[in-house]
Nanobody, 124 residues
Framework: QVQLVESGGGLVQAGGSLRLSCAAS????????MGWFRQAPGKEREFVAA?????GGTASAEGRFSISRDNAKNTVLLQMNSLKPEDTAVYYC????????????????????WGQGTQVTVSS
């Protein structure tokens, strides 16, 4: 069982920045592929960013967002810059445990564990 706890969400003005953090349990964190997704009211959950277990591979749906990880601290970060009101959503951290450690995953159904989410609200 892996537990994921997100933090760092909040209210920010358009153009501002936030850094989300996801703390993961488990002794083999460096083998987990990690991802961030978001879900706005009335919309489907959508991919935001992903990173491979080693951190050597990353993907992001937004050029304004970047993902990184610190395997020594069992943490994955999402840096969000130039935020827009349309970025308002609940942001979820997810972990994939059983695939190739060098891969990144961009589809929600590929992930095995999810956090509870953290709300990000961007005011205009």
């Amino acid at each position: 069982q892996v537990q994921l706890v997100e933090s760092g969400g909040g209210l920010v003005q358009a153009g501002g920045s936030l850094r989300l953090s996801c703390a993961a349990s488990g002794r083999t964190f460096s083998r987990y592929a990690m991802g961030w997704f978001r879900q706005a009211p009335g919309k489907e959950r959508e991919f935001v960013a992903a990173i491979s277990g080693s951190g050597g591979g990353t993907a992001s749906a937004e050029g304004r967002f970047s993902i990184s990880r610190d395997n020594a601290k069992n943490t994955v970060l999402l840096q969000m810059n130039s935020l827009k009101p349309e970025d308002t959503a609940v942001y979820y951290c997810a972990a994939e445990l059983y695939g190739s450690s060098g891969r990144i995953y961009q589809r929600a159904h590929e992930y095995d564990y999810w956090g509870q989410g953290t709300q990000v609200t961007v005011s205009s």
